[in-house]
């Protein structure tokens, strides 16, 4: 017997986990004014980020937005009793995720901007003049705030859908796939995602490297 594809390829996975690690962890540094360690994981961050939306067009069929993120008659349908068209995120699930995602990438593009005034500067600091710098404080403050309520709502509904309806949301992003969820298609090699990532750290750190710097002061 064939063994069955998986709903999520394993760079899917890695990403999911990869994102919730660096997103705890940029938590954790900054309540602790560990800023040499948050600017490091705002950074990968938005490797994994763009990586994502990047595989949101090359990876397998089911981390494609064509195959989540659908109109709004799709989302009433679903909403109004009909099975989702994929064994992916559903109608409703598949525009949750894409916020998410657009949230945390702008929050960690944001953190680039931002300053505590005494020690530390982000790297963007000094390419921005004050409005944009004053802006991107206000933004990364903001969209943090609405993020934990996303995340709690996100964990809240997986735990539904898991526990209380018996629809298997867990083991997919786990091991691939799950007894009652199996992919479509073979998924696309996890190799082509770490190319994507490894181009996009090197564009970055690069892009990075050029910002103005602030001027010595003797």
């Known amino acids: 017997m064939a063994s069955a594809h998986p709903v999520w ?3 899917t996975r890695l990403f999911h986990w990869s994102l919730v690690v660096c997103f705890a962890l940029a938590w954790w540094s900054a309540k602790f004014e560990r800023y040499d360690i948050h600017e490091v994981t705002g950074q990968v961050m938005i490797v994994l980020l763009v990586t994502r939306f990047v595989w949101g067009f090359l990876g397998s069929v089911h981390s494609r937005f064509s195959d989540f993120v659908v109109g709004p008659a799709s989302v009433l349908a679903y909403l109004r009793g009909q099975p989702s068209p994929t ?3 559903n109608p ?5 995720v894409l916020a998410l995602l657009c949230l945390l990438l702008l929050q960690a593009i944001s953190g680039l901007f931002n300053s505590d005034d005494i020690l530390f500067s982000g790297p963007l600091y000094y ?4 409005q944009l710098r004053d802006l991107m404080g206000v933004v990364h403050q903001w969209t943090f705030d609405i993020l934990l ?3 709690a709502l996100h964990i809240l509904t997986i735990m539904y859908y898991q526990f209380r309806l018996k ?5 997919p992003m786990l091991v691939g796939a799950a007894t009652d969820r199996e992919g479509h298609k073979a998924p696309v090699s996890a190799l082509k995602a770490v190319l994507v990532a490894i181009v ?5 750190w690069q892009g990075l490297e ?7 002061l003797w």
């Open 9 to 11: 390829d394993l760079a």
């Open 87 to 89: 064994p992916g995120h």
């Open 92 to 96: 409703l699930g598949g525009w949750s």
């Open 127 to 130: 390419a921005a003049e004050p």
């Open 149 to 151: 309520g996303l995340i």
């Open 167 to 171: 629809k298997q949301l867990i083991q």
């Open 200 to 204: 996009i750290a090197l564009l970055l």
């Open 210 to 216: 050029l910002a103005p710097q602030p001027q010595p």
